[in-house]
């Protein structure tokens, strides 16, 4: 069964930084292009960035480049996001996804359960 669960979350200062991690399981994840979202209390999820299978290739929302920063290592089925200079409104849910093909392009269709980011003072 495929399977992806993040972690790294938790309770942050503002201007602080965290790493979140995915672990993926299941299926070929150097395959597979992924991204990052997030999702704020009674909305629909925002797409943050994405990463091509290889890493060659990252994109960002806007809203969090240059501030946000995703990678992933494949020998470890893991992708990452490293979140810095975190204000008050990047409190959300956090979580990764699977895209269909090798491109971040591509629709998704697997996603975990999310990590809680909590920007707090």
């Known amino acids: 069964e495929a399977q992806l669960v993040e972690s790294g979350g938790g309770l942050v200062l503002p201007g602080g930084s965290l790493k979140l991690s995915c672990v993926a399981s299941?299926?070929?994840?150097?395959?597979?292009?992924m991204s990052w979202l997030r999702q704020f209390p009674g909305k629909n999820p925002d797409w943050l960035a994405g990463?091509?299978?290889?890493?060659?290739?990252?994109i960002y929302a806007n809203s969090v480049e240059g501030r946000f920063v995703i990678s992933r290592d494949n020998f470890q089925n893991t992708v990452y996001l490293q979140l810095n200079n975190l204000q008050s409104d990047d409190t959300a849910m956090y979580f990764c996804?699977?895209?269909?093909?090798?491109?971040?392009?591509?629709?998704?269709?697997?996603r975990g359960q999310g990590t809680q980011v909590t920007v707090s003072s």
């Open positions: 996804a699977k895209h269909v093909s090798v491109s971040p392009f591509s629709q998704t269709d697997l």
């Open positions: 299941g299926f070929p994840f150097d395959a597979y292009g």
């Open positions: 990463i091509e299978r290889d890493g060659s290739k990252t």
